[in-house]
């Protein structure tokens, strides 16, 4: 997979000088009757703007031996539209560790409304109107909502937050839901601190420059400290600091599309990690190894310690799990099978333990991660090999194989190993098949927890979801044509149609059938295979009583609901990739007997065509009659999920013949 992340050491970032605009013209309360006014041509369909979104976080030092994050926000909102009101919904991240969080040390937000050619002023009430919701362990956020927001408002907030977590400096968005006329950000970064930063998305700056300065830093020293600070109880240096400064100009909007695996893999960004201590800290590198992130895991209470003791409590379970099984991968799957069908899963991207693996097997619900682990407990009590694997869902974005950023991973799974070969196993999902991953596993680099912490690919591009599909028409003794209809879909598929009959029952598909074809189509002696085997896809059968037609002229569908009725891709353009979730291969065959009283009067011509030269995808329709007989074979196939943003106008041509050839129809003429 193509990750658009792209490494950059922040020494390495040089001065861009230009002579246009280089800074903001917008102030906190500086508000004029013509802001209300303004018209945003560059984007003249935008339901609300943000006028302007700048931060900056400094380096300060504080009473306890070290120093803190200054991060200071100031954001102007335009909203044009009432479909526009969740951008007067403000969420605050803050994170906590050990009791402690960061602070949020200032707080001001205000709604302006323009009421009988006056600016009328509400301003937020900090202490009442802002609410605090915890997220997981290691993170709350601090939300609002601006008063009296309607159509046409002007909202503005600033807020100042100090944390001591020097490898928390805050990342920064320059792009989002709204277009956003400019966007800064400034991070005075002094000497002694050294960070990588990752930037993404396919905006340009308008500004990148740094600037070298000395500044004078004040600090109490506690004697516990780890600074070179001799006997002072405070200590004052001077040092050098380098002022980076990113602007975008005239963001567009990012909206999801069809086919994105998450739209914030993709927002104009840049983020940073702590890699290095330097004078007058005492020298030392702090950014982890795999290695040494996975050994702090394994030793972690909620989440690897529990895997090392012995789980007596197991032994029992277990035991009835296996069934008896004595060959390894028998076992391993009866367990798998046992965990998977007893256990529910209330709640997923978990990553951690909320409660015990006890208490998890006793309650018989957990996360996916208490899932997921208590099989692995249990593989092992089993004498099986059986480690996590940490992943990001498609959801949740994209990770970083290079470094081990661990808030970028949401997701436990399970690695198996027996005679050396490896299998991937997620009992947290019902009717899933050993060896299975939801689709929504696959979106790249994931890493073993173990003391080698090896990597995975887990690639979209290792899935092809094929299927076929057939119909055998015949005129019937009544007058009427007699369809069959057999359906295999692929592996994800049957997994939808197997959720959707253990929910609604197997009448309900039939009935769903029933309403997207014609009133007076008869459905019987309908069958779904295969419902209970989970390791293989599911087959479809019924038949079909097509009433005669009296036309003179009969327009007859040849696809049967099996046609792509519309384009995925309905954007003119798109700035970023297409990311499929499976490659594509899709199978339709007719053998059609003319009606009885008709000839064929016009036939689809047969076509075939390559997506690009380097055969990435195809499309065959072949169309044949003969003796009284049609016989039609549509055949798409995808062989790569991931189309770069270039070759997005290639993808919907592609489409637009796909679903124009498959919407057409047999004429067929009555005999005079």
């Known amino acids: 997979m193509k990750i658009p992340l792209f490494l950059a050491m922040l020494c390495c970032i040089a001065a861009t000088h230009l002579p246009a605009q280089n800074k903001a013209s917008i102030k906190f309360g500086k508000i004029d009757i013509e802001d209300f006014k303004t018209s945003y041509p560059f984007d003249p369909a935008a339901e609300a703007v943000v006028v302007g979104n700048i931060g900056s976080s400094d380096f300060v030092g504080n009473s306890k031996g070290g120093f803190s994050i200054e991060f200071k926000r100031y954001s102007r909102i335009h909203i044009l539209n009432k479909n526009a009101y969740d951008a007067a919904q403000i969420r605050i991240p803050i994170y906590t560790t050990g009791g402690r969080e960061e602070e949020i040390v200032s707080l001001k937000a205000v709604t302006y409304n323009l009421e009988n050619g006056k600016i009328v002023e509400t301003k937020l009430d900090p202490k009442a109107d802002v609410f605090k919701e915890k997220i997981n362990r290691n993170w709350v956020i601090n939300k609002f909502s601006f008063p009296a ?84 109880d405070r200590m004052s240096f001077s040092a050098g600091i380098t002022f980076f400064r990113w602007v975008m100009k005239d963001v567009p909007a990012l909206k999801e599309e069809s086919y994105t695996s998450t739209i914030s893999n993709h927002v104009a960004r840049i983020e940073f990690q702590l890699a290095e201590y330097r004078e007058p800290y005492v020298p030392k590198k702090v950014m982890s190894t795999w290695v040494e992130t996975a050994s702090t895991l394994l030793a972690d209470e909620d989440f690897g310690l529990p895997l090392q003791r012995e789980n007596a409590f197991l032994n029992e379970v277990t035991l009835v799990a296996s069934k008896n099984a004595s060959a390894p991968i028998d076992k391993a799957r009866n367990i798998y099978a046992w965990i998977r069908d007893n256990m529910t899963c209330i709640d997923r991207n978990s990553f951690y333990m909320k409660k015990t693996l006890q208490s998890t097997l006793k309650l018989k619900t957990g996360t996916e991660a208490e899932i997921n682990l208590l099989l692995i407990a249990m593989l092992r009590n089993a004498g099986l090999q059986a480690d996590p694997v940490i992943l990001s869902t498609r959801s949740n974005g994209y990770t970083y194989s290079l470094y081990p950023l661990i808030d970028r991973f949401n997701y436990v ?250 919407s057409e129809q047999i004429v067929l003429k009555k005999k005079k």
């Open 413 to 662: 799974v399970v690695q198996l190993v027996i005679d050396g070969q490896k299998y991937y196993l997620d009992a947290s999902r019902p009717l899933l098949g050993f060896n299975r991953l939801g689709y929504d596993c696959y979106n790249g680099h994931a890493r073993v927890i173990d003391t080698a912490a090896d990597g995975v690919e887990f690639t979209a591009d290792s899935l092809t979801e094929k299927s076929i599909s057939s119909v055998l028409i015949s005129n019937s003794e009544k007058g009427t044509l007699a369809a069959l209809v057999r359906y295999t879909p692929g592996f994800y598929d049957s997994y939808g149609i197997r959720s959707e009959i253990k929910k609604e029952g197997s009448k309900t598909y039939f009935n769903e059938l029933k309403k997207n074809g014609s009133s007076e189509i008869l459905i019987s002696e309908e069958n779904i295979d295969s419902i209970d085997n989970y390791e293989v896809p599911v087959s479809v059968s019924y038949r079909l009583e097509i009433p005669a037609n009296d036309e003179d002229i009969w327009y007859f569908d040849p696809m049967f609901n099996r046609s792509w009725t519309e384009n995925p891709f309905k954007s003119a353009t798109r700035s970023y990739p297409v990311e499929m979730l499976f490659k594509i291969d899709q199978t339709y065959l007719l053998r059609m007997d003319v009606p009885a009283g008709y000839t064929v009067d016009e036939l689809p011509k047969s076509l075939i065509v390559k997506l690009n030269e380097d055969n990435d995808g195809e499309f065959e329709y072949r169309t044949a009659e003969s003796g009284g007989i049609i016989s039609i074979r549509s055949r798409l196939r995808i062989n790569r999920t991931y189309f770069s943003p270039e070759e997005y106008q290639m993808l919907r041509d592609f489409f637009n013949l796909v679903v124009k050839k498959q």
């Open 149 to 232: 927001v309607r159509e046409g408002s002007i909202v503005e907030f600033e807020y100042k937050l100090k944390s001591e977590y020097l490898f928390r400096l805050r990342p920064w968005e320059f792009q989002g839901e709204y277009p956003t006329l400019w966007s800064e950000y400034i991070v005075g970064m002094p000497q002694f601190l050294y960070y990588v930063s990752l930037t993404q998305g396919s905006q340009e700056f308008y500004i990148k420059e740094a600037k070298d300065k000395i500044a004078q830093f004040s600090l109490e020293i506690p004697k516990t400290e780890i600074m070179l600070s001799g006997t002072k």
